[in-house]
């Protein structure tokens, strides 16, 4: 299993950034995706997450209403919209996933990572 994220970089406050993950090798007929962060000294959050069957989706509160995840079946491939971003966004984003379904964002029910993008807001 592979992930591979793109799209980060550097952006004022109150832009925007969309970043990507294309997830391959999975065997699972459904699977739960998710975008975690980590800034310098700070332990790894959540941010978001979205379960494949159904495109069902969870936000931590810190990002609710600025950023929305979606995933598109026919790519495999996950993306997170950020808008109206702030400077304690700043972070390396990483995307994650699991078989099954989403439960939370809890950093220990995911098995595979990708290597994350950094996100620097100024």
């Known amino acids: 299993v592979q992930l591979v994220e793109s799209g980060g970089g550097s952006v004022q406050a109150g832009g925007s950034l969309r970043l990507s993950c294309t997830i391959s090798?999975?065997?699972?007929?459904?699977?739960?995706m998710a975008w975690l962060r980590q800034a310098p000294g700070k332990e790894r959050e959540g941010v978001a997450n979205?379960?494949?069957?159904?495109?069902?989706?969870y936000y931590a509160d810190s990002v609710r209403g600025r950023f929305t995840i979606s995933h598109d079946s026919a790519t495999n491939t996950m993306y997170l919209q950020m808008n109206s971003l702030k400077p304690e966004d700043t972070a390396m984003y990483i995307c994650?996933?699991?078989?099954?379904?989403?439960?939370?964002?809890?950093?220990?029910?995911?098995?595979?990572w990708g290597q994350g993008t950094q996100v620097t807001v100024s």
């Open positions: 994650a996933a699991r078989p099954g379904s989403c439960y939370g964002l809890v950093e220990g029910y995911f098995g595979f």
């Open positions: 979205i379960w494949t069957a159904d495109h069902t989706t």
């Open positions: 090798g999975y065997t699972y007929d459904t699977y739960c």
